[in-house]
């Protein structure tokens, strides 16, 4: 298989090559498809995360697609978000928390917190997450997803995730999930694949 056909070949050979655990897992699901969203704007991608946070993929779906209706099936500029009142998003489904939240990522945004993808494709992992979680509402998890799907970071491990904790603790045929501080220890050893890593821990046959 050529780099073009699968420019995760190098990852998946990496974890593979781990134990037999890991080997046996991508043998079973097969070659890594992760795609980040490499057009969209920090500011999509964190008001795209909090519309789907807590949720299940399909709600997230209906939410987001009551929200473009309401711009001309258009994704809204910060300034549109601003000027909309609280009782139209809240329609879209959004709680009144998540409302509180977008509305701070747009006027984050408006005030150069939140950067343009240009600069921050020149940030840091460290440097990215320091400053937007700075924000009501966003929090570790919110900025690595960011990092991973928006900017294609390729050695993100989102530690406190559920589906990543409890896919590593049916990997390893556990009784009980390891917390964040076991699994962000046991991913110094996939390094520097996190990002693939979490990829297959989230698709571990239950």
């Given at each position: 298989?050529?780099?073009?056909?699968?420019?995760?070949?190098?990852?998946?050979?990496?974890?593979?090559?781990?134990?037999?655990?890991?080997?046996?897992?991508?043998?079973?699901?097969?070659?890594?498809?992760?795609?980040?969203?490499?057009?969209?704007?920090?500011?999509?991608?964190?008001?795209?995360?909090?519309?789907?946070?807590?949720?299940?993929?399909?709600?997230?779906?209906?939410?987001?697609?009551?929200?473009?209706?309401?711009?001309?099936?258009?994704?809204?500029?910060?300034?549109?978000?601003?000027?909309?009142?609280?009782?139209?998003?809240?329609?879209?489904?959004?709680?009144?928390?998540?409302?509180?939240?977008?509305?701070?990522?747009?006027?984050?945004?408006?005030?150069?917190?939140?950067?343009?993808?240009?600069?921050?494709?020149?940030?840091?992992?460290?440097?990215?997450?320091?400053?937007?979680?700075?924000?009501?509402?966003?929090?570790?998890?919110?900025?690595?997803?960011?990092?991973?799907?928006?900017?294609?970071?390729?050695?993100?491990?989102p530690a406190n995730d559920?589906?990543?904790?409890?896919?590593?603790?049916?990997?390893?045929?556990?009784?009980?999930?390891?917390?964040?501080?076991?699994?962000?220890?046991?991913?110094?050893?996939?390094?520097?694949?996190?990002?693939?890593?979490?990829?297959?821990?989230?698709?571990?046959?239950?």
């Amino acid at each position: 298989m050529s780099f073009n056909a699968n420019p995760h070949i190098n990852a998946t050979s990496f974890l593979a090559n781990i134990d037999a655990d890991w080997k046996q897992l991508i043998e079973t699901v097969g070659p890594c498809t992760f795609a980040p969203a490499l057009k969209q704007s920090p500011y999509e991608s964190l008001v795209d995360a909090i519309a789907y946070q807590q949720l299940h993929q399909k709600a997230g779906d209906a939410i987001m697609a009551k929200v473009l209706r309401l711009y001309g099936n258009a994704f809204p500029t910060p300034e549109q978000i601003l000027s909309t009142e609280f009782d139209a998003l809240r329609a879209c489904g959004f709680s009144g928390r998540k409302i509180e939240t977008i509305y701070g990522i747009a006027h984050a945004t408006e005030g150069g917190l939140i950067p343009d993808r240009a600069s921050a494709e020149k940030m840091s992992d460290e440097e990215l997450i320091e400053r937007l979680i700075t924000l009501k509402g966003i929090g570790r998890w919110t900025v690595e997803m960011f990092l991973m799907f928006t900017l294609g970071r390729m050695d993100i491990l989102p530690a406190n995730d559920f589906g990543i904790c409890e896919g590593y603790k049916r990997l390893k045929k556990l009784n009980v999930a390891p917390k964040r501080k076991e699994i962000a220890e046991l991913g110094l050893v996939w390094r520097p694949h996190r990002t693939v890593a979490s990829w297959y821990l989230w698709r571990v046959p239950k």
